[in-house]
């Protein structure tokens, strides 16, 4: 069983940095391909970011890109999200993800708040 537990949220000005992490359990965590999404009120989830099983290669939305960097520590099963430049419609619920058999993501966190006042 895999469980994902996210932290870090809160509420933050615009232009603030915040910096999410997720905690993983599971028993291969090094081999799980991981990613961050977004929801926000009445809106769709968005793909957020993608980091693979080494850490060697990532992937942002356009929305996001050169402002978010995510990254993985394998050795203690976490993966972070860091958040700067943030903007009002960064405004959402921020959830991870872990694709842990190579078909698409399996598993989710719980998500964490993240709030930008203008």
């Known amino acids: 069983q895999v469980q994902l537990v996210e932290s870090g949220g809160g509420l933050v000005q615009a232009g603030d940095s915040l910096t999410l992490s997720c905690a993983v359990s599971g028993p291969t965590f090094s081999r799980y391909a991981m990613g961050w999404f977004r929801q926000a009120p009445g809106k769709e989830r968005d793909f957020v970011a993608a980091?693979?099983?080494?850490?060697?290669?990532?992937l942002y939305a356009d929305s996001v890109k050169g402002r978010f960097t995510m990254s993985r520590d394998n050795a203690k099963n976490m993966v972070y999200l860091q958040m700067n430049s943030l903007k009002p419609e960064d405004t959402a619920v921020y959830l991870c993800?872990?694709?842990?058999?190579?078909?698409?993501?399996?598993?989710w966190g719980q998500g964490t708040q993240v709030t930008v006042s203008s």
């Open positions: 980091i693979n099983w080494t850490g060697s290669s990532a």
């Open positions: 993800a872990a694709d842990t058999i190579g078909i698409g993501y399996d598993y």
